[in-house]
């Protein structure tokens, strides 16, 4: 009897999602090159953003966030995301790392020029790499995603100086 329950259960599940195999690599961004200053400038960005999110002011990042982030979501699908993403990973403790590269092709967004900082973390609870992107509007680097993973093996530290 449990197991007709569990499968009926697992099937009700299922049903609800949409689970799709992906064969084909993902496509790398190419890294273009940047000036030193538009690094500074994203790295400051950056350091900004990261601060309020460690200081618990998810709310005060929509603010400073691009107007492509602000076309796509709501301010509260937009904060209440990064603290569900942030949630089981306890409190700020440090960053040991952080790489910068810059694009013009990112998938399924429009054209334009994109930062991704790629971030190594330490929570409460453990190791995280942290994902942020940016996109220049008006000569002005603004949030434009962030994403969180939790480590599981080992790190890959960088000679750049975390935010």
Known sequence: ???????????????????SFNKAPPKALVSEPATEQQQRLVFDATVEFLQLLDSGNVDQTWPASSALLKATTSESMWTNSIKAMRLGLGAFVERNSANIGFTTQMPDVPAGRYAV????????????????????????????????????????????EAP
Request: proline share 2%; charged share 25%; with cysteine.
């Open 117 to 160: 900082v790629e971030c190594v973390t330490t929570f409460t609870r453990g190791p995280a790499t942290e994902n942020i992107v940016l996109r220049e509007d008006n000569n002005e680097w603004r949030v434009a995603g962030y994403s969180v993973n939790k480590r599981f093996f080992g790190s890959d530290d960088s000679d750049k």
């Open 1 to 19: 009897m449990k197991h007709i329950f569990c499968a009926a259960l697992f099937s009700m599940l299922l049903s609800g999602c949409d689970v």
